[in-house]
Each structure stands twice: as C-alpha cells, then as structure tokens.
C-alpha cells in the first residue's frame, strides 16, 4: 500500500512538475531609462531559475524620444493626444507560441507608453493567453490597474497585475509576490 501511496505523489509531482516547467513565457515591454528593463530582467530571471523558458522582446520607438522626457513635445503629443507610437522589436513574437505573456510599460503622464499601447492594440483579439501586466513610475500610484483595464476593454485575459514605484530595489518584494502568485496559479 505505502508503495502506491508513494508512486501516486511522484506521478502528481512530475504533472505539476511538467505543467509548471514545461511552459513557455513571453516577456513583452517597452522602456526609456532602463527601469522597466530592470523590472523584465528580474522577471525573466526569477522565472528562468524555476525552469521556465522566457523569450524576451524589447520594443523600442521607431523615433525614440530625446531627454528630457517630460518637456518632450512629440512625446505629450504622442501620450495624451494620438495614443500611439511605431516600434519594432517584437519580430518572431507568435502569440499562440506562449503559455503566458508578461507586458511592462512605463507611466507617462498617467497613461501606458504610446509604443505598449499600440503592441496592444496590434495583438488585440489574436493573443488569447493570460496576461500579467505591469508599470513602473516614480509615484505611488497602482497604475497598473490602469494599464489592466485597458488591456481587458480588448479583450485581454489579465490574470494579474502590479505596480513598481520608485524602481525595482524599492518595490522587489511586490514583484516578488507577484511572480510566487503567478507560480501558484500555474500549478492550478
């Protein structure tokens, strides 16, 4: 009896072990400074030092904006009035080819960036996968509620999301939490 007991909890082991591991993420995002690249590099480690293949795609402005961000004139326009910005860097990205998609974005002016806004609205309704979503800022603001919404008024299936402020050091615990959630919820 104690033989089958056994055999019964490593066969349920190896299953979460091959529904758990054998999934391939994606992590989408798009950063200026280096913060949100941070954030994706930790990610994408933290997950890779769990088995998991991550492909990583790095989008970046057709026209990149000059510094200083916030007295870039393109980049109020882009932000607050057209809503979108050209990129490349999601080449060989194959919705379907993913278990689960991670996208990151900077706040500008209380809204995603224009280059993540129009990733989304390019993949709108062909990336059926679960979503884990996220912005950085350097305010204490759950931005990335609003960056859920607008994914989900898309028709994205956000499972979760959070909010790095004031840089990864100041938020690792949160990030943290959230990838051990994201664990938990693929091992069902």
């Known amino acids: 009896m104690q033989v089958i007991i056994v055999l019964d909890s490593v066969l349920r082991s190896l299953?979460?072990?091959?529904?758990?591991?054998?999934?391939?993420?994606?992590?989408?995002?798009?950063?200026?400074?280096?913060?949100?690249?941070?954030?994706?590099?930790?990610?994408?480690?933290?997950?890779?030092?769990?088995?998991?293949?991550?492909?990583?795609?790095?989008?970046?402005?057709?026209?990149?904006?000059?510094?200083?961000?916030?007295?870039?004139?393109?980049?109020?326009?882009?932000?607050?009035?057209?809503?979108?910005?050209?990129?490349?860097?999601?080449?060989?990205?194959?919705?379907?080819?993913?278990?689960?998609?991670?996208?990151?974005t900077p706040i500008w002016f209380g809204r995603p960036t224009p280059v993540i806004k129009y990733f989304i609205n390019k993949h709108k309704g062909r990336l059926r996968t679960p979503v884990v979503c996220y912005t950085t800022s350097a305010l204490s603001i759950k931005y990335s509620e609003k960056l859920r919404k607008y994914l989900e008024e898309r028709d994205y299936d956000v499972v979760t999301d959070f909010s790095v402020t004031g840089g990864l050091e100041k938020s690792r615990r949160v990030v943290e939490e959230a990838l051990e959630d994201v664990v938990r919820m693929l091992r069902g």
């Open 15 to 104: 299953v979460v072990y091959l529904l758990v591991f054998g999934l391939v993420v994606a992590s989408v995002y798009y950063s200026r400074t280096g913060v949100t690249r941070a954030v994706s590099e930790f990610i994408v480690g933290w997950l890779a030092g769990r088995g998991l293949r991550v492909d990583v795609f790095e989008l970046r402005a057709l026209r990149e904006y000059a510094r200083p961000l916030h007295l870039n004139p393109r980049l109020i326009f882009d932000t607050i009035f057209r809503g979108f910005a050209e990129y490349g860097g999601d080449e060989g990205f194959k919705p379907d080819a993913y278990d689960l998609v991670f996208i990151g």
